[in-house]
């Protein structure tokens, strides 16, 4: 158990509706990493934050993405008007300062029929 | 760009056999390289971190070398048992402090 916890695991959700997924890191994590997985492939970067602040951002973070972290503690990723291709493994992590180990979640996965 | 290929894509084996699985990395200016292992439909778990000035790490039966100047970094398992089925996917840390993963190798070990 890494202490990062995501809701929900899993979701099937409409083309064309917004879906929100949460993830609680343990208190000590000032960094907080999403990433997106899809079958056979490693992990793709989205974005991450130090504390509240959104530092960084990928290209694949489009506008119908955002991210946020209120008061530097969970953070929650929506996708508005989702698309098939969205369908993927989200998965949210903890880093306590820079350099150190990465700590996942189990991931959220969503499913766009 | 960074890019990081992991060889072989899959690999069995029988149990208690030693494994040797490669990372390779384009860019050499990275802070870190992680192993991690990833069961079906889960979450990532953290094997093995070595920073960029360190050669290798140990824990229990997995050892971890780093050549940040060729761009290499192997994960040796000694003494394979079944429990360790699983994907084991590498990645390095660069500037910007997002990893950047391989496509893993998927390992089974056999009875």
């Known amino acids: 158990d890494t202490g990062v916890s995501q809701d929900p695991r899993h979701k099937i959700t409409k083309r064309g509706q917004n879906v929100t997924f949460r993830c609680d890191p343990i208190s000590e994590h000032n960094r907080l990493y999403w990433y997106r997985q899809t079958l056979g492939q490693g992990p793709e970067f989205l974005t991450y934050f130090q504390n509240e602040a959104q530092l960084e951002k990928s290209r694949l973070l489009s506008d119908r993405f955002s991210a946020e972290r209120p008061k530097g503690s969970f953070s929650t990723l929506e996708i508005q008007r989702t698309e098939q291709g969205d369908s993927a493994m989200y998965l949210c992590a903890g880093e306590w300062g820079s350099g150190n180990t990465i700590y996942f979640g189990e991931g959220s996965w969503l499913t766009v029929v | ?111």
């Open chain 2, 1 to 111: 760009k960074q890019e990081v290929t992991q060889i072989p894509a899959a690999l069995s084996v029988p149990e208690g056999e030693n494994l040797v699985l490669n990372c390779s990395f384009t860019d050499s200016a990275i802070y870190n390289l992680q192993w991690f292992r990833q069961d079906p439909g889960k979450g990532l778990t953290s094997l093995l971190l070595i920073q960029s000035s360190q050669r290798e790490q140990t824990s229990g039966r997995l050892n971890a070398s780093l050549d940040k100047s060729s761009g290499r970094s192997t994960l040796y398992i000694a003494a394979s048992q079944p429990g360790d089925s699983a994907t084991y996917l590498c990645a390095v840390t660069g500037g910007g402090n997002k990893l950047t993963f391989g496509t893993g190798t998927q390992l089974k070990v056999e009875l």
